[in-house]
């Protein structure tokens, strides 16, 4: 497998589930940072959010965020909303956070039409394993990944 092939295999393992990650946004002036729960599929984290929340106002003012998870990882990715949870583009991504976040039905009134999700599509990224053993160099954009072994240099 390749680096990237490695890297995404991690990447799933550790967040296509619910998963705590800080995301950090913009409205120009300050930087703002929240943790939320997160879903991460094939280079994106998904969110059910408000569309009224301040992150969501942040992002349409600047869409590119930082985030950061616990287990080990931190990088750049592009925020969007994804509209409303019952559009029908919407069904299969609900689909999958209903199933992984438990508590989705007792803080999401989904009638109400700024319930939405947020998709944040990573450009790059930072992966540790193994207590900074292994380290993967993530470029989303252009699937490629570089790795480092033992504080050594990216190859």
């Not at 989705?104 to 009134?109: I, W």
């Amino acid at each position: 497998m390749t680096n990237f092939e490695n890297a995404m295999t991690i990447m799933t393992e550790r967040f296509a589930k619910d998963s705590l990650i800080a995301v950090a946004t913009t409205d120009g002036e300050r930087l703002y940072n929240r943790i939320v729960d997160a879903y991460y599929e094939n280079g994106a984290f998904y969110i059910s959010t408000g569309a009224l929340s301040n992150k969501i106002k942040q992002i349409e003012i600047n869409p590119e965020v930082a985030v950061c998870a616990l287990d080990w990882f931190s990088g750049h990715g592009i925020a969007r909303n994804l509209g409303w949870v019952l559009e029908s583009q919407n069904a299969e991504i609900r689909a999958k956070i209903r199933k992984e976040f438990v508590w989705y039905d007792d803080v999401n009134n989904e009638q109400d039409k700024n319930c939405c999700f947020l998709e944040i599509r990573l450009t790059d990224g930072m992966l540790i394993k193994d207590h900074h053993a292994i380290r993967y160099q993530i470029d989303f954009e252009n699937e490629s990944a570089l790795l480092s072994e033992n504080w050594g240099e990216f190859k």
